[in-house]
């Protein structure tokens, strides 16, 4: 059984013209499979989220005190510098869909998926950073299966973030055990 192979572009020429005719579209082309306005509204929503995890890993990086609280430091300091560069990502996405990222701090709460805790000591520290990651990685894989071949860049973007947020939660799991000495997880 035979099967006729279609070519890669079917009308390159028509290719051509129509994205001379819509330069204004920047890099949203018309193939783009995806409601623009909602994934600009999804994504001004990851981007409330990631804002919302840079203020505390933050706030825990001058705050958390007792023993070894410098090497907790560090790994607060790191995971806030690493929400802050899913922060800029998120935002450039936001930018190259034509949308204007909202780096608005009213309604900030209510746009993340996340809360902003209030954690005193140090192990309440560390688990609100990881009940956060662990919201962050349920709705970052919703967003995976919703943009899914529709927006491959956004959904290549959103994977990226949700690679480095699991290694977060696996942080902060981590540091529950050193620190309280059991394990949380099942083996």
Same mark, same amino acid.
Request: charged share 25%; with cysteine.
């Given at each position: 059984?035979?099967?006729?192979q279609q070519p890669f572009l079917t009308d390159v020429q028509e290719l051509r013209r129509r ?37 505390? #890993? ?8 007792? +023993?070894?609280? =410098? &090497? $907790?430091?560090?790994?607060?300091? %790191? *995971? !806030? ?64 299966? #919703? ?8 959904? +290549?973007?959103? =994977? &990226? $973030?949700?690679?480095?947020?699991? %290694? *977060? !939660?696996?942080?902060?799991h981590d540091l529950l055990i050193a620190h309280e000495g059991k394990p949380f997880?099942?083996?």
């Open positions: 059984m035979s099967t006729v994205s001379r005719e819509q330069i204004e579209e920047g890099a949203v082309t018309s193939n783009y499979g995806c409601n623009i306005d909602k994934t600009v509204d999804i994504l001004q929503h990851a981007l409330a989220t990631e804002i919302l995890c840079v203020l505390p #890993y933050t706030m825990h990086a001058i705050a958390a005190q007792g +023993i070894d609280s =410098e &090497s $907790i430091k560090a790994t607060f300091r %790191e *995971h !806030a510098r690493e929400e802050q560069n899913h922060m800029t990502r998120l935002a450039e996405r936001i930018n190259q869909l034509g949308g204007q990222p909202n780096f608005n701090p009213d309604g900030l709460i209510s746009r993340s998926a996340t809360e902003y805790g209030k954690a005193t000591n140090l192990i309440e520290m560390i688990k609100e950073d990881l009940i956060a990651e662990r919201i962050v990685i349920e709705h970052y894989r919703e967003l995976i299966r #919703y943009f899914s071949d529709n927006d491959p860049t956004t959904r +290549i973007l959103i =994977e &990226s $973030i949700l690679s480095n947020e699991e %290694e *977060h !939660a696996n942080d902060m997880l099942k083996s």
